[in-house]
């Protein structure tokens, strides 16, 4: 699936959108260059369950853990992760093991420690915007995907607020 968008507004509604469908639940990877904006998406995950507050990229304490409405949500940046292992030594096996939401960023840099997600989103900057790729990896995915509005469905171009 494929969804362009065109604006800071329209990714974070979209992060929204998926916030919803992922109901606090699952592990997302996501991936793309500095600045395609992978926390920006997550900010509108994160907003869809209620968080308020400012949304900082956890680049150098590698993870940034959220409560809301008794939910766990754990967002990790791995950008600076040396090796994967370090993830055991951070507690990451216990983070994923959780009935949680875990928001990956930089989620290659685990690669071969980390599980498989359930969604794998490439972000792409393009002109005019932003390029979200996402692959359902497991049957979660798969759900996660057919609960996005239809608007999301297939490739559209999203502006400044969703059409």
């Known amino acids: ?3 362009q968008l065109e604006s800071e507004e329209a990714q974070v509604a979209f992060g929204k959108a998926l916030g919803q469908a992922l109901a606090g639940r699952g592990r997302v990877h996501l991936e793309g260059e500095l600045g395609a904006g992978k926390t920006t998406l997550t900010r509108g995950i994160l907003q869809a369950h209620g ?3 400012a949304v900082k990229s956890p680049t150098y304490t590698l993870v940034e853990p959220y409560d809301i409405d008794g939910r766990h949500i754990y967002h990790l940046d791995l ?3 040396g090796d994967p292992e370090e993830l055991e030594f951070l507690g990451g096996r216990d983070l994923l093991a959780e009935d949680a939401l875990c ?13 498989p997600p359930d969604i794998q989103i490439n972000l792409d ?5 932003r390029l979200a ?4 990896i497991t ?10 509005p ?3 469905s297939q490739t559209e171009t999203q502006g400044g607020g969703i059409q």
């Open 150 to 152: 239809p608007r999301f």
């Open 133 to 136: 790729v996402l692959e359902a």
């Open 51 to 53: 968080h308020e507050g």
């Open 125 to 129: 900057v393009i002109e005019g915007g």
């Open 1 to 3: 699936m494929q969804v």
């Open 103 to 115: 928001i990956i960023e930089w989620a290659s840099r685990g690669e071969g420690w980390l599980p």
């Open 139 to 148: 049957p979660i995915g798969e759900a996660v995907l057919a609960r996005l």
């Open 79 to 81: 950008y600076r992760l």
